[in-house]
C-alpha cells in the first residue's frame, strides 16, 4: 500500500469503515489519449486530462452529464501534449471547474495548449510536489512528481526536454486502496527522453491499480517502476495509432509482474497474453470502498490491511502472515485460529485463480512452503494468494515470487 515518504510508519494502520469512504475512478476511452475521471463519494470530482481535440465535446461531456455531473471540482493535466490536453477547454467550457486547475505550469507552442491556457486562465494553478487535493470521504489526490522529479533542470520547456519527461504524477488513495496515473512519463534514457521512472519508482510502494504510463510505449513502465508498484491490475488507455502501442515489452512485462491488464482499446501493437488481461473496448471503471474490495470492470478483487482480505466471521479469530514476502526460495506461512480445534484450509492461488498449493492445518500452524506446486514443480516468478478458509471466515494475502 502507497503512501508519502514523509509518513515513517512500519505498520498500516486500518480506519474503521466509517472513516472510509467510497471512490470511483473511470478511465475514459478517449481513444488514443488519456482521460481520467475521480468521483469519490462525497460528490468532489477531479478529471485528469481530456484527451485529444474534440473528445472533451463528443466523449467526456456527455459522459460526466450521464453521471448527473454538472461541474466538476477540479481539473488537471498531467503535462501539454494534445492527446491529455486537447480536450480540457472543451470540458471547462461545457461542464466547468469550481475550484481548479492545475498543471506542471510553465508553457508550450503547441494551438492545442494555447487553447487549454486561454480557456483555464482565471482558475490555472501550478501543483506542487507533495500536494494533497482533500476530494472528501477520504480520498485523497497525491502528487508525487512533476517537472523531471529533480532529473532536469529548469527551463521546465520543450526544448531543453521531451514534454513527457515533465509530467505531473498522481496518486489516488482511499483507505486500503491506491491508484497511480503519470501520463506520458519517460522510462528510459533515449533519443530525447529521460528516464524519470525509476527516480518516481524510489519513492513508491505497492498499488492496487497502475494507469499504464504513455499508452504502453516501450519507452515506458520501465523494470524499476513496474516493481515498486506491484501492481494487481493495470489499465491501458489506448486507441488506433502509428507508434505500435501498447509494445509487446510492456504487456510482457507487466504480465511477469503479476498484473491482470485492461485496455480500452486494442492499439495497434503488441497483444494480451492468453488469460492475462482482456480488450474492454470501452470506458475501464474501477469501483472501492477502500476496505473490503475493488472491482475492475466488474471483477472484483480482495483489499486489507497490508494486503490482507477479511471476509466474513469475526476478525479476531483468524490471522495470516507470510515471511518473508516476496520469496526467493521459500517462505513461511503462518495461519491461526483462535477456536483450536477449527480445520484451517492454507491454499495458494495464481492470479488466475487456479488453486497451485494446499494444506490442511488443524487450529493454525505453520508451513514451509518451498514454491512449488502440488506436483513438486518450481512456480514461475510472478504474484500468487495464500488464502487461510475456516468455518468462520478467511484472509487472503499477496504473495510476491521474485527468482
Not at 470501452?282 to 473490503?292: A, L, P, R
Not at 512456480?379 to 515470487?401: D, E, H, M, N, P
Request: charged content about 15%; aromatic content about 8%; some cysteine.
Amino acid at each position: 500500500m502507497w503512501r508519502p515518504a514523509v509518513v515513517a510508519a512500519s505498520f498500516c494502520v486500518l480506519l474503521p469503515v466509517s472513516a472510509i469512504g467510497d471512490v470511483t475512478i473511470h478511465c475514459l476511452d478517449v481513444g488514443q489519449g488519456d482521460a481520467t475521471l475521480i468521483e469519490s463519494s462525497s460528490g468532489l470530482t477531479l478529471l485528469f486530462d481530456g484527451g485529444d481535440n474534440g473528445r472533451g465535446t463528443g466523449v467526456i461531456n456527455p459522459y460526466l452529464a450521464s453521471l448527473g455531473i454538472t461541474e466538476l471540482t477540479y481539473m488537471a493535466a498531467s503535462h501539454h501534449h494534445a492527446d491529455h490536453v486537447g480536450g480540457l477547454d472543451e470540458v471547462y467550457q461545457g461542464t466547468g471547474v469550481a475550484i481548479a486547475c492545475y498543471d506542471r505550469g510553465w508553457s508550450y507552442t503547441t494551438q492545442t495548449y494555447q487553447d487549454y491556457a486561454n480557456a483555464v486562465a482565471s482558475k490555472r494553478q501550478t501543483i506542487a510536489d507533495g500536494q494533497v487535493i482533500d476530494l472528501g470521504d477520504g480520498v485523497t489526490v497525491n502528487c508525487v512528481a512533476l517537472n523531471g522529479n529533480g532529473q532536469v533542470s529548469q527551463p521546465f520547456e520543450q526544448p531543453p526536454h521531451n514534454e513527457n519527461d515533465l509530467c505531473v504524477v498522481l496518486v489516488v488513495s482511499c483507505g486500503e486502496f491506491d491508484f497511480f496515473v503519470a501520463g506520458d512519463l519517460s522510462g528510459q534514457n533515449t533519443g530525447s527522453y529521460r528516464d524519470i521512472e525509476t527516480s518516481v519508482a524510489a519513492e513508491m510502494d505497492e498499488v492496487e491499480v497502475y494507469h499504464v504510463d504513455h499508452h504502453g510505449s516501450a519507452y515506458n513502465s520501465n523494470f524499476a517502476l513496474v516493481t515498486a508498484l506491484s501492481p494487481e491490475v493495470s489499465v491501458i488507455s489506448v486507441g488506433n495509432n502509428s507508434y505500435g502501442h501498447p509494445a509487446q515489452q510492456t504487456l510482457d512485462r507487466l504480465v511477469a509482474a503479476g498484473s491482470y491488464i485492461y485496455q480500452t482499446e486494442s492499439g495497434s501493437g503488441g497483444t494480451i497474453p492468453p488469460g492475462a488481461g482482456r480488450v474492454v473496448n470501452g470506458h475501464v471503471i474501477i469501483e472501492t470502498d477502500g476496505y473490503s474490495s475493488y472491482t475492475v470492470d466488474g471483477d472484483s478483487y480482495p483489499l486489507g490491511s497490508a494486503g490482507i482480505a477479511y471476509e466474513g466471521g469475526p476478525r479476531g479469530l483468524l490471522s495470516l502472515s507470510v515471511r518473508p514476502n516476496p520469496i526467493s526460495s521459500s517462505t513461511v506461512l503462518s495461519a491461526r485460529s483462535a477456536l483450536p480445534s477449527q480445520t484451517c484450509l492454507l491454499s495458494i492461488y495464481d492470479v488466475y485463480g487456479r488453486r497451485v498449493r494446499s494444506w490442511e492445518v488443524a487450529g493454525g500452524g505453520d508451513v514451509l512452503w518451498d514454491g512449488t506446486d502440488q506436483g513438486g514443480s518450481c512456480v514461475a516468478s510472478g504474484v500468487y494468494f495464500c488464502r487461510i478458509v475456516t468455518s468462520g471466515g478467511s484472509i487472503t494475502q499477496k504473495v510476491l515470487v521474485a527468482r
